[in-house]
């Protein structure tokens, strides 16, 4: 065991800080992030329009148009909220202004952006249009950064306002950066009668869709999660640099179905990871929680129980982590990626042959279970599944628990009599 640390320490853990710190990465999570407000928000009008009581919802059937405007409102803007904020992000993180950086690349989005006679094609303002708005805002501020290294922009004298030397400065790459898009969508618009939506979704989008959105590919970014959390990584921050663009757009795809009246197409989502395999935290720890409180012998253990189970609860998992520890700790890890792959295994297949409802709704990630489970999904059958899968977590936690325990217990007993 102590060789395997020594391995995911040496030869897993220096890349993956690196991956997690890249500052493109790191972009993309915060910027996507900044729209989950809007999703929660969303989400509590689409519980309210499809509430997972049979008879109330039957209540609130006539009211359901009205009851999802705002989840248009919000899940169909995902593209327009992250093309701004990834690329302020990123040009913060090069010394840029970020306003500036977000409005050039908001403004080149649109330009790339079908149009139709009403206007714009507003199905691309939303997920099917988060990877190009990905592409776009890192295209745009490492534009505008050539530019700026290149002393290329118009400096104001002193005395001048800020905001309006800020507008001058950014009139030189704005300007290329609209002509770069503007020449990208004419060309593939003359010579391949496609726009770089159609592009990107070929290319890209759909074959990292099926793979992020598959049975495997969720089971990977689970053992992944998992591993690097053993070495004391924040997993769900590593894996999510990468990921989180995939799980978000399948996430929007769930609730723009939802609002539709359609089947749900897809059992992987941004709730998967966030919701149904981290109760209590990473590792499913909330079983391990109640382990301690129930079951330690150790008084050490079982004090550590009643001050971490509150935080576990509401799916914080730092305290018992790094109290206990589980990170580096040879005998709590195997349980630790054990659970959580047997409770994704578990929910998927459940929710693949349609025993318990898709996740449709976003919660905050902090909603305790088995309530998060029943308003993602607004299926009652989902809080039992939930229960399970804590039951399962601690069935697999208790052998090694056991062990550990034992072992706390027999060392607080020679200090006693020492």
Known sequence: MN????????GLMPPMIKISE?????????GLIASMPLMIIGSIFLIIAFPP???????????IENLTLPVHATFEIMGLIAV????????????????TSGILSLSSFILVTPRIEEGFQVVYMGSQGLFVAIIIAIVTVEIYRLIVNKNLIIKMPEGVPEAVGRAFGALIP????????????LSLNSFF?????????????????????????GLIAVLLIQVLWSAGIHGISVVASVMAPIWYALAEENAAAKAAGEVLPNVMG?????????????????????????KAKSKHVKSLGKMTIWSSFFNISEPIMFGAPVVMNPILIIPFILAP?????????????????????VVPWTTPAPFSGILTTGDWKAGVLMIVGILISMAIYYPFFRVWDNQIAEQEVEQKSS
């Open 84 to 99: 701004f904020a990834i690329a302020y992000n990123l040009g913060k993180s090069y010394n840029l202004d970020g306003l």
């Open 341 to 361: 792959v047997a409770v994704y295994v578990i929910t998927y297949l459940a929710m693949a042959l349609n025993i318990v409802g898709r996740s449709y709704a």
């Open 270 to 294: 941004q709730q998967m990871m966030a919701i149904w395999i981290a109760v209590g935290g990473s590792g499913m720890v909330l079983a391990l929680a109640i382990l301690f409180v129930w």
């Open 53 to 63: 009581i049979p008879a109330l919802a039957e209540v609130m059937a006539p009211f």
């Open 3 to 10: 060789k395997l640390f020594e391995c995911i320490e040496k």
């Open 174 to 185: 704005g300007l290329v950066v609209v002509l770069v898009f503007w020449v990208i969508r």
């Open 22 to 30: 890249q500052r493109h990465l790191k972009a993309i999570r915060d």
């Open 193 to 217: 009668k496609l726009s770089i939506f159609d592009v990107v979704e070929r290319v890209l989008q759909t074959p990292l869709k099926q793979l992020g959105g598959s049975f495997l590919g």
